[in-house]
């Protein structure tokens, strides 16, 4: 079984900045891609930004300039740096992977972490 667990999710004012931390365990041979997604209230679960596994990255058009991706392969985790937060940035923050674990390859998702933007 593999899992995934986000964590550093808060209340933070406008223009302000949180790390997201996304850590996957179990039984893993590999992670390929890795991404956060995120789900406001009343709306559809959107991708906020995505990683391969060799580094290139994509962001929504609402983040860009603004988050950052990041990740450990050696670690198996993600990140994700949120600065010049905004209002509607406010959301259930999803992390996700695809995970060769055995033969089979899947994604995953994390239970999500909450970031409210406020003031």
């Known amino acids: 079984q ?3 667990v986000e964590s550093g999710g808060g209340l933070v ?5 949180l790390r997201l931390s996304c850590a996957a365990s179990g039984s893993i041979f590999s992670i390929y891609a890795m991404g956060w997604y995120r789900q406001a209230p009343g709306k559809q679960r959107e991708l906020v930004a995505h990683i391969t596994t060799g580094g290139s990255t994509n ?5 860009k300039g603004r ?3 990041s990740r450990e392969n050696a670690k198996n985790m993600v ?8 209002p509607e940035d406010t959301a259930v923050y999803y992390c996700n992977a695809d995970v060769l674990s055995g033969s089979r390859l899947a994604p995953h998702w994390g239970q ?4 409210t933007v406020s003031s």
């Not at 004012?13 to 900045?17: A, F, I, K, L, R």
């Not at 999500?112 to 970031?115: E, P």
């Open 2 to 4: 593999v899992q995934l």
């Open 13 to 17: 004012q406008p223009g302000g900045s």
């Open 59 to 63: 962001y929504a058009d609402s983040v």
């Open 67 to 69: 988050f950052t991706i």
């Open 79 to 86: 990140y994700l740096q949120m600065n010049s937060l905004k």
């Open 112 to 115: 999500g972490t909450q970031v």
